[in-house]
Structure formats: structure tokens, C-alpha cells
């Protein structure tokens, strides 16, 4: 079955940057589009930006845009999300998800404070 561990979380001051990584494994053939969303205290999951992994199309949530990447390495199976000029805003516990499948990774904390 598909399994997705996600890292790269950690403790960052503000303006500053992080790059997450999902690794994947047991990928089916419903593996069509991977994403990332993200947790804030105390609020609903949200997605922060998705990819196609056949022509690589990206899309991004508003909050995102400018400031956040999203990529693939297929040779790894591995989905990225580098993040730079990091906000307060964007302290969260983020995730991946193969979205043909539905599987969620474990998420990863990131953490954005002076």
C-alpha cells in the first residue's frame, strides 16, 4: 500500500526558509496528482499547493503563491515543497497526500517564530 513520510519540519524565524520532503513508496497506478496541505492550531486542514505528476502543472493556494515551490523527483518518488520568506502565519503541521489514493502522510511541524 502507499506509505508518505514527510520531513524537513522544524524551528525558523521569520523571513527565513524551510523545504519539506515526502517520500513515497508503493505507488499504484491511481498516482496521478500529490499535495500539499497544512494544519494551523486549531483550524481545519487546508491545501497549500498541488502538482500533476504527468505534465507537472502546479497550483497554488493564495497563500502560497510567490513564497512556496512545489516539486517531484520521479527518480526518488519523492514530492517536494520548499518554502521561503517564511510568516508567523505559516506555523503548522504539514502534510502530503497522493491525492488518487487519498493516504495522508504523518506530517511534519513547522514551526515559525523569533
Known amino acids: 500500500h502507499v506509505q508518505l513520510v514527510e520531513s524537513g519540519g522544524g524551528l525558523v524565524q521569520p523571513g527565513g526558509s524551510l523545504r519539506l520532503s515526502c517520500a513515497a513508496s508503493g505507488l499504484t497506478s491511481s498516482h496521478y496528482c500529490m499535495a500539499w496541505f497544512r494544519q494551523l492550531p486549531g483550524k481545519e486542514r487546508e491545501g497549500v499547493a498541488t502538482?500533476?505528476?504527468?505534465?507537472?502543472?502546479?497550483y497554488y493556494a493564495d497563500s502560497a503563491k510567490g513564497r512556496f515551490t512545489i516539486s517531484q523527483d520521479d527518480a526518488k518518488n519523492t514530492l517536494y515543497l520548499q518554502m521561503n520568506s517564511l510568516k508567523t502565519v505559516d506555523t503548522a503541521v504539514y502534510y502530503c497526500m497522493d491525492v488518487g489514493v487519498g493516504y495522508w502522510g504523518q506530517g511534519t511541524q513547522v514551526t515559525v517564530s523569533s
Open positions: 502538482i500533476y505528476i504527468g505534465d507537472g502543472a502546479t
